[in-house]
């Protein structure tokens, strides 16, 4: 993934992570099983690098249009700030969030991957599609990660705002000590 000054610029400012869930957060997939048993896989590395976010003291939060227990665990477990689900106006709700951290716009990261994701995307500081993207959402973000959605796209953007603002080779010097 190539990265301009002006991705650097914007990636300093970001305070709070909203992600989608479907897609993002997993490859798209849902299966169904016996009643209303519902699968979905997660990525590790990028549940590590929402672990890593947290503990440098950036917020994370997920909108998703759908609701699953899947996401709502998985949520839970990584002590994700923010869980939305079955939500219908993704604006409204991220406008909640904003004004309960009293953030900006720009302090504000968010990684979609369809065209549900556009209002959303065009608002934030730091808009980020999954390599997987509709194309027409890629052609409309700052940038583009080099994994698909639920396999590292997350733990890319995590990474790459943590090493923009410095954070980053601290993070591993306590891993190597
Ligand atoms: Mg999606």
Do not use: C
Not at 96 to 115: M, T, W
């Amino acid at each position: 993934m190539e990265v301009s000054e002006k991705i650097l610029t914007k990636a300093r400012r970001i305070k709070l992570i909203l992600m989608d869930a479907d897609g993002v957060l997993t490859e798209g997939k849902v299966t169904y099983g016996y009643r209303d048993l519902e699968l979905k896989s997660f990525d590790v590395k990028d549940g590590a690098g929402i672990d890593l976010a947290r503990k440098a003291g950036i917020r994370t939060g997920i909108i998703s249009g759908r609701q699953s227990a899947a996401l709502q665990r998985r949520a839970k477990e990584l002590r994700i700030d923010e869980i939305h689900q079955k939500v219908i106006d993704k604006v409204g709700i991220y406008k909640e969030i904003v004004g309960k951290y009293s953030l900006r716009d720009e302090e504000i990261a968010y990684i979609g991957d369809d065209i549900l994701d556009l209002p959303l995307l065009s608002r934030v500081g730091l808009s980020t599609a999954v390599a997987d993207a509709h194309p027409e959402v890629k052609k409309r973000v700052d940038l583009v990660t080099t994994s698909a959605g639920g396999q590292g796209a997350v733990r890319e953007l995590i990474e790459l705002i943590l090493r923009a603002q410095g954070r980053w080779d601290n993070i591993l010097r306590e891993f190597l000590s």
